[in-house]
């Protein structure tokens, strides 16, 4: 059985250059991640600004369903006048005086009525639709807002620069601690005999 043992230089050596490789890794990661962050708050914006198209075709929809329902009820009540006219007329009644005047009256009352509901309840309808159509352009501005103050560049600085400090800080530990096997050179500095 052989047993191999490292010397403590060797194993500060190894520790600080795993070190290094952790920061590399961590400035590549900071990067992509940066990058990822930034091209998903860019979709999220076009699917924020599909979804604003959407909700205004919704509004627009129901402001058309309503028109078209005031054209048929428009209709209906002109065809129930009508009935009502000739059955009054066939009786025999005066159509412009008494009974057969207000009955009349209250069906296009009745037909303004529900005309006025519809007209309401269509740009009730309408407004919702806006008013998501609004939120969504908002979230999309604020996606991209929030987009362009991402720069993968700057993230993978400072990650580099953390992980800089962090390596030079385990370097000057063990450097300190002699692990490096420095040795002392006549003018008083230390000279490392690692590199």
Same mark, same amino acid.
């Given at each position: ?6 010397? %403590? $230089? ?6 600080? #250059?795993? $070190?290094?490789?952790?920061?590399? *890794?961590?400035?590549?990661?900071? @990067?992509? $991640? ?12 076009? #699917?924020?600004? #599909?979804?604003?198209?959407? &909700?205004?075709? +919704? ?18 009540? +002109?065809?129930?006048?009508? !009935? ?28 303004? #009525? ?10 009730? &309808?309408? =407004? ?7 939120? @969504?352009?908002?979230?999309?501005? @604020?996606?991209?807002?929030?987009? !362009? ?9 400072? $990650? ?8 030079? %800080?385990? =370097?000057?530990? @063990? ?6 096997? *420095? ?10 005999? =690692? =590199?």
């Amino acid at each position: 059985m052989v047993v191999v043992g490292f010397s %403590s $230089s060797q194993v500060a050596q190894a520790s600080v #250059i795993s $070190s290094i490789g952790g920061t590399l *890794a961590s400035t590549v990661g900071g @990067f992509y $991640s940066a990058s990822t962050q930034k091209r998903s708050l860019q979709s999220e914006a076009r #699917i924020a600004e #599909i979804n604003a198209n959407i &909700a205004e075709l +919704g509004a627009e929809s129901a402001l058309l369903q309503g028109q078209s329902e005031i054209g048929r009820l428009t209709m209906q009540a +002109g065809q129930l006048k009508g !009935r009502q006219r000739a059955v009054m007329a066939a009786s025999g009644i005066d159509l412009d005086t008494g009974n057969a005047a207000e009955i009349q009256a209250s069906t296009e009352l009745m037909k303004e #009525i529900d005309k006025e509901t519809i007209q309401t309840n269509a740009a009730r &309808a309408a =407004w919702g639709y806006r008013t998501q159509s609004m939120n @969504f352009r908002n979230q999309a501005a @604020f996606s991209r807002a929030t987009a !362009r103050g991402i720069n993968p560049g700057a993230g993978a600085i400072t $990650s580099l620069i953390s992980g800089a400090t962090s390596v030079a %800080s385990s =370097w000057y530990g @063990f450097q300190k601690e002699g692990a490096f096997g *420095a040795t002392a050179q006549p003018d008083g500095t230390m000279k490392n005999n =690692w =590199w």
